[in-house]
């Protein structure tokens, strides 16, 4: 018997599925094989912008073997255009990533053709060697040629605009006509590249006896890419099964039907054989959906005590040459959060997203929360530089008040619950001191440190499902919507039925990651715990209300006069009176077989929930290299109620890292004609281990989210939001220490700093000598 069963939720447990995974017994995507499967690689285009000419499909067809070569001609009929989502007050004008050319290439890595044959190599010395003419057409990389007009991509999109988003309340002009002090800003972040370290993958698998197919895919879940999927190719989603297996991280860059996959279904039944589609590294930086990519214009107007008044903004994101579904929520998540943890009484707010020839953006994580954060916390630091009022008092100043949530912002969100003036307040403590210091006595290094809070939107997607069987075994069989992709569901969503059932948490056995378990949404945002483990919550619930029933019936006693004790229903002043949950499977099984002890529950809340933190990074900046090393991390995170602080400390430390990744190295890089410059970790930098011996230290708050019983509300994307805006902040400062008053984006790499440094100290020498 474990030891104190009744108490799961908020234990620190070691995750289930490890032992597994690290002794080499998970079965990934490339583990898997078919018996008689065929090979597909993807023939990419090498242009950013280019009508494609013939294809000559007799120069490979020979090669050994080749068993098929699929172009778009092959593949008509096949394919609905894909749906892409819409954004509330947003309009989505833009075309949706097609499964293969349509016979003009819009970025470098758009499919083209597909070979299919016996083994890997042999598709590759293929798809290598087949010869294909391209026209090329002129191209927009940048997005103020795309904003100019002056090309468009596409004849029917004014601009070059394919998303826009615009928010303007009645008092805006008012409000900033009265500010003491309007101060301006223009920022911005580059492209980031997912890169999770398996890249994406599948194997369709068509059945010609029942019409059914079969898609094995690395993914975040099974039921996006089954809807999606099942939508573009025009078939009923019952004869569609979707098995996700081990995943080797997402980032939220599996979380669509990509055409790849699309492809390698219709190969598969045009061949009527299994089709394998393996990514390598190079495809995943060319044509896998990137993130981030966005610049923005701000302005806000403040009154002689730092209050703010007024906000203006206008963000420019940059989504490619084409939607996928989820491609206008980020852009969209960015423009409602501009005005973050602070109470803003008047906003303008314009979000416009512009086609440019790139491989399209879609959700990377924090989804356009990181985005907000580093634009209205870079803003904060600002306001504090302009009207000499430190930041911290700034924030203080302007945070939403406690006992002013749920708080309805004026760009439309409601916030269901925060406490932002106690997380700075924690951090504070923890700093043992100023959190936003700095010291630039060393004539060789520079220390600063700074701060970020932020807020981000969390659980969307309305609802989801899971699904309870006590089995006569007494194992508890739980089916869930939300799928693990290195998050530990498997443990988390154990230790939620453990707890409300009142069961070792041995006994219960989670299945995820196949559609046939039932319907769902899927994991991504930061939703499962929220929706995910509520639904849980619920059907534990009623498994115990069906058993009291049984039992009331059975023993002819009123339900009112039954006590649970674990999983254990008695009847009052006769404790010896009773069943275990156990107990009544195996009697409804005995007087029925086909009655089971199970529940099923769809979990939705009425509107997304938002956690919250507070992040200092303490840096030092080399002033010979230009070297920037982060010393120190402090991190403070609100989710809600925690299900398991260790695997809530693992997503803390993984996306912090990925937080400092995207202000210190990462950018994924292009040519002015939207040729990649960086298409592997050659010229793309992400942390190693010698990038990540800084100091974190990390601490939970909970402040409940009214929307649930459980009251979790998710903290997966925490660090990518805070350090990223941190570290800008504390490196911003030490280079204003060094003599630089502009502003610098990120990444801030040694010979970007370096230029910076230097081009300050030589414009000074010419002025003194001048």
């Known amino acids: 018997m474990e030891a104190d069963i009744s108490n799961w939720i908020g234990k620190s447990v070691i995750r289930d599925e490890d032992v597994m995974l690290v002794s080499g017994k998970g079965q990934y995507i490339a583990d898997l094989n078919m018996d008689g499967q065929l090979y597909m690689k993807v023939v990419r285009s090498p242009f950013p912008h280019a009508v494609v000419g013939s294809i000559n499909k007799g120069s490979v067809e020979d090669f050994p073997g080749v068993i098929a070569v699929f172009t778009s001609e092959d593949f008509k009929g096949y394919f609905q255009p894909l749906d892409i989502s819409t954004f509330p007050g947003g309009r989505v004008s833009g075309h949706p990533v097609p499964m293969i050319t349509d016979g003009t290439v819009r970025f470098v890595g758009e499919p083209v053709a597909v070979i299919v044959a016996t083994r890997p190599e042999y598709a590759e010395d293929a798809a290598e060697a087949i010869d294909i003419s391209y026209s090329p057409l002129p191209s927009i990389s940048r997005l103020e040629d795309a904003g100019s007009g002056s090309t468009l991509i596409y004849s029917d999109l004014l601009g070059n605009v394919m998303f826009d988003w615009k928010v303007r309340s009645d008092g805006f002009e008012s409000a900033m006509s009265r500010a003491d002090r309007v101060i301006e800003c223009n920022l911005e972040l580059p492209r980031l590249v997912a890169a999770p370290i398996e890249p994406r993958g599948c194997i369709a698998v068509w059945d010609s006896g029942t019409d059914k197919l079969t898609l094995f895919v690395s993914s975040q879940d099974p039921h ?42 219709v190969s598969s039944v045009k061949l009527n054989r299994p089709i394998k589609w393996i990514e390598d590294r190079s495809e995943n930086f060319l044509s896998s959906y990137q993130g981030r990519g966005m610049r923005a214009q701000l302005k806000v107007g403040v009154d002689n005590s730092g209050r ?27 423009g409602q959060l501009m005005t973050g943890v602070y109470e803003i009484p008047e906003v303008d707010v314009t979000v416009l997203g512009l086609c440019t020839n790139k491989v399209p953006t879609g959700p990377y994580r924090g989804a356009g929360r990181p985005e907000a954060c580093y634009f209205v916390e870079t803003m904060v630091e600002k306001v504090a530089q302009a009207t000499g009022i430190d930041s911290t008092e700034i924030r203080r100043i302007n945070f939403i008040s406690s006992d002013s949530f749920p708080y309805r912002s004026p760009l439309g969100m409601t916030y269901d619950s925060g406490n932002y003036l106690a997380a700075l307040e924690v951090l504070e403590e923890m700093a043992g001191g100023d959190p936003s210091s700095s010291d630039d006595a060393d004539p060789e290094s520079i220390s600063a440190r700074a701060v970020a809070v932020y807020v981000e939107r969390a ?8 699904g309870i069987e006590i089995s006569p075994s007494g194992k508890v069989i739980v089916k869930s919507g939300s799928s693990s992709h290195g998050q530990g569901h498997k443990t988390s969503l154990a230790q939620i039925v453990a707890q409300y059932l009142g069961v070792e948490l041995s ?34 619930i009623e498994i115990k209300d069906k058993a009291s029933d049984w039992v009331s019936s059975e023993l002819e006693v009123s339900a009112s006069d039954l006590i649970w004790e674990n999983d254990r229903v008695y009847v009052a002043g006769s404790p010896d009176v009773g069943f275990t949950l156990q107990q009544v499977a195996q009697k409804m ?39 920037v090393r982060v010393q120190r991390i402090l991190a403070v995170d609100d989710g809600g109620m925690l299900i398991n602080p260790l695997l809530a400390e693992g997503q803390v430390i993984g996306s912090t890292m990925q937080g400092v990744g995207s202000a210190l190295f990462e950018e994924m890089v292009y040519d002015r004609e939207g040729y990649p410059k960086s298409a ?13 011996d800084y100091q974190l ?9 009214p929307y649930t019983e ?39 790499s040694p010979e970007r700093i370096w230029i910076t440094i230097n081009s300050t100290n030589s414009t000074k020498i010419t002025t003194e000598l001048g």
């Open 308 to 334: 703010f008044l007024a906000l203006s903004a206008v963000i420019k994101a940059d989504l490619g040459a084409y939607l996928y579904p989820t491609t206008p929520v980020v852009p969209g998540t960015t």
């Open 589 to 627: 099984v005995q007087q029925d077989s086909s009655s089971k002890l199970t529940a099923y529950h769809k979990a939705s809340i009425p509107g997304p929930v938002f956690p919250f933190g507070v992040y200092m990074a303490e840096i030092s900046l080399d002033r010979q290299t230009g070297l």
């Open 710 to 748: 459980l009251g979790a509300k998710g903290l997966g994307e925490s660090g990518t939001i805070g350090a990223l805006a941190a570290v800008s902040n504390a490196v911003n400062r030490a280079l204003k220490m060094a003599g630089f008053e502009g502003h610098l984006d990120p990444p801030f």
């Open 459 to 466: 659980a969307p997607g309305g609802w989801e499902s899971g």
């Open 507 to 540: 006994r219960v056995e989670i299945l995820q990651g196949d559609s046939e378990y039932g319907p769902g949404v899927g994991t991504f945002g930061s939703r499962s715990m929220t929706l995910g483990g509520e639904a849980l919550v619920q059907a534990s």
């Open 680 to 692: 592997s970790f050659v010229d793309y930098l992400v942390p190693g281990a010698n990038e990540s």
């Open 224 to 265: 996006r890419p089954k809807t999606q999927l099942a939508q573009v190719l025009g078939i009923a989603p019952e004869n569609l099964r979707v098995i996700v297996p081990e995943v080797g991280g997402a980032f939220g860059s599996k979380g669509t039907v990509a055409p790849e996959h699309a492809l390698a279904c």
């Open 697 to 705: 230290v990390s601490q939970f708050m909970s402040t409940p989210t």
